[in-house]
T-cell receptor, first 112, second 114 residues
């Protein structure tokens, strides 16, 4: 089981902020929230991860609720190239012996 | 950042033949690599975990004799699809975990068996 719940699909206008929600109500204290995306016919690409504080990098921002049961990935100025399937995954990064479990993700479609 | 190179990106083979897919960690060592399979419009499914110097561990329902995995060095894992059939046609993706940057994925291999 993927342990996360995401909307199946979302649309966003080009140039606007895309906000992708993820529910992870059973997350444990040492698990991080990771976001990956997969553009059609490519391997998944790492976007961002966090534990409990909000995080920002050159690609996106990650907002994690105080109870850590949900999070939102924000693409501040979406472009057509951001059209992809976005996966929210919770994991304990100190492991590394296990592969990732992918849910169905959110298919984000950026509209021109 | 950590880079994983996967080759070939596309391959077409005849039914009954075998196909080898390579996965290399270019700038880091990976004692563990992972192989995924993805059918059209579906999510990635973990097939097996490749362990350097020891046998791979396969997920339930994945035939180890069909999907041979070799991890002979700290930077190379190979997946061989043996006696391929049209139902083996899929998108195969490898991954490795770098210590700092986490899980990194190859660009995938589109296998078509005709």
């Amino acid at each position: 089981d993927a342990k996360t719940t995401q909307p199946t699909s979302m649309d966003c206008a080009e140039g606007r902020a895309a906000n992708l929600p993820c529910n992870h109500s059973t997350i444990s204290g040492n698990e991080y929230v990771y976001w990956y995306r997969q553009i059609h016919s490519q391997g998944p690409q790492y976007i961002i991860h966090g534990l409990k504080n909000n995080e920002t990098n050159e690609m996106a921002s990650l907002i994690i609720t105080e109870d850590r049961k949900s999070s939102t990935l924000i693409l501040p100025h979406a472009t057509l190239r951001d059209t992809a399937v976005y996966y929210c995954i919770v994991l304990f990064p100190g492991g590394g012996a296990d592969g990732l479990t992918f849910g169905k993700g959110t298919h984000l479609i950026i509209q021109p | 950042g950590a880079v994983v190179s996967q080759h070939p990106s596309r391959v077409i083979c005849k039914s009954g033949t075998s196909v080898k897919i390579e996965c290399r960690s270019l700038d880091f060592q990976a004692t563990t690599m992972f192989w995924y399979r993805q059918f059209p419009k579906k999510s990635l499914m973990l097939m097996a975990t490749s362990n350097e110097g020891s046998k791979a561990t396969y997920e339930q329902g994945v035939e180890k004799d069909k999907f041979l995995i070799n991890h002979a060095s700290l930077t190379l894992s190979t997946l061989t699809v043996t006696s391929a059939h049209p139902e083996d046609s899929s998108f195969y993706i490898c991954s490795a975990r770098a210590e700092i940057s986490g899980y990194t994925f190859g660009s995938g291999t589109r296998l078509t068996v005709v």
